[in-house]
């Protein structure tokens, strides 16, 4: 996470962010909240819940000066999750996993090679 920011200061604006967001109790509503957050803050947040959502990162709280994350575990009880399960990006790679084309291809050609995953 800390190679999102530049410094230690832009850490403490995006707590205190959501420290804010937080306080606004069960009434709060980011699309009302959002508008109110300056571009290149919106924009810090953006990559930061990207790239923690891509390695299985969810649900940010503030606590004190720290933001405490979820973690997926699984995507479900048979396989777990990884980066490539996580992304967002299409990708005929993960296409071909999800559809069974590649354990297909594998049982066909024992010799057969999945393509290298985009972020190995």
């Not at 994350?69 to 296409?95: A, F, H, P």
Request: contains cysteine; positive net charge.
């Amino acid at each position: 996470m800390r190679r999102v920011f530049k410094n230690e200061g832009e850490l403490t604006l995006i707590t205190d962010l959501l420290t804010t967001y937080q306080r606004q109790g069960e009434n709060r509503k980011w699309d009302d909240f959002r508008y109110k957050i300056p571009d290149n803050l919106l924009k810090l947040w953006g990559d930061l819940i990207i790239e923690c959502r891509r390695n299985g990162f969810i649900g940010p709280r503030a606590e004190g000066d720290r933001i405490t994350w979820m973690q997926v575990i699984g995507t479900n009880d048979i396989r777990n999750g990884d980066l490539c399960t996580m992304c967002d990006r299409g990708c005929s790679k993960r296409e071909k996993i999800d559809s069974g084309e590649a354990k297909r291809m594998k049982i066909i050609n024992p010799d057969y090679q999945q393509d290298k995953k985009c972020w190995m």
